[in-house]
């Protein structure tokens, strides 16, 4: 069964939606890959609580690394893939090539492009932390100007 609610945050609405429960995606508007809105289940703020709190906790610098169980589908290799963005230290970023070489796979960079595109739960999984090889920014789905706020406020050098 699915749920979603629509919470505030320093990029406008988000969209939360769970599974059973246990959340599952987190949408921005006009964000690449969101699924239709028909797909996100009736409308209930019963499973998003402790997502709610650590968001604002994360918003106002208080929170590093999210700590919430999540219900994630996606192909092997993309779940890998999301694992590794797990990893990704708060406030630090790795290139695509980085991820590929740590999921023993150098090679694959594209595809894991391709995967961090496709993550379901942008933010929590910290999607936004993955450059270019030159350090430059690259796609994301919540748009570039989005992934530069998230990093320089990560980095301490802007506020929300």
């Known amino acids: 069964m699915k749920q979603h609610t629509i919470t505030d945050s320093p990029y406008g609405p988000l969209t939360l939606v769970a599974t059973d429960g246990v959340l599952s995606g987190l949408y921005m508007t006009d964000q690449r890959h969101r699924p239709p809105e028909e797909t996100f289940g009736d409308p209930d703020d019963t499973p998003f609580g402790e997502v709610t709190e650590q968001l604002r906790a994360y918003f106002a610098g208080e929170l590093k690394e999210f700590t919430l169980p999540l219900h994630l589908t996606g192909t092997p290799f ?23 070489d740590a999921l023993g796979n150098p090679k694959a960079s594209r595809a894991v492009g391709l995967a961090n595109g496709k993550n379901p739960v942008g933010i929590i999984v910290p999607c936004h932390r993955v450059v270019g090889s030159d350090g430059s920014l690259t796609g994301y789905g919540g748009g570039l100007e989005r ?7 990560e980095r301490g050098t802007a506020l929300f």
């Not at 790795?94 to 991820?99: A, E, H, K, P």
């Open 147 to 153: 992934k530069r706020r998230l990093l320089d406020f």
């Open 78 to 100: 993309q779940r890998s893939v999301w694992e590794q963005l797990c990893r990704i230290p708060y406030g630090e970023t790795r290139s695509y090539g980085d991820l590929a």
